[in-house]
């Protein structure tokens, strides 16, 4: 059972910044790549941003220099920091980890978390 629970979710204009949440079980928390993905209505889940092997860091080219993933070992956290948003970042987001950041490796998933933007 995919123990994962993402949160800090809202609506937001333009502009402006939201930062996620993720608790997520120690088996999934230590996974060699850990991350945040996204669901826009229509569209396929695709990878934000995600953390590999505990230290590097990688971002979908729509979000590089706007989103931050970072985490907290000590509490088994994934955060992931948003600014400058856009209407296009609106979608639920959620958080997994795994062996590889192709969404569809992934067997389960939490209940996400929405973000919407507008003005």
């Known amino acids: 059972q995919v123990q994962l629970v993402e949160s800090g979710g809202g609506l937001v204009q333009p502009g402006g910044s939201l930062r996620l949440s993720c608790a997520a079980s120690?088996?999934?928390?230590?996974?060699?790549?850990m991350g945040w993905y996204r669901q826009a209505p229509g569209k396929q889940r695709e990878m934000v941003a995600v953390?590999?092997?505990?230290?590097?860091?990688d971002y979908a080219a729509s979000v590089k220099g706007r989103f931050t993933i970072f985490r907290d070992t000590a509490k088994n956290m994934v955060y992931l920091q948003m600014n400058s948003l856009k209407p296009e970042d609106t979608a639920v987001y959620y958080c997994?980890?795994?062996?590889?950041?192709?969404?569809?490796?992934?067997?389960?998933w939490g209940q996400g978390t929405q973000v919407t933007v507008s003005s």
């Open positions: 997994n980890g795994g062996r590889t950041a192709t969404p569809a490796a992934f067997g389960s």
């Open positions: 953390i590999i092997n505990g230290r590097t860091t």
């Open positions: 120690e088996s999934i928390f230590s996974s060699y790549v």
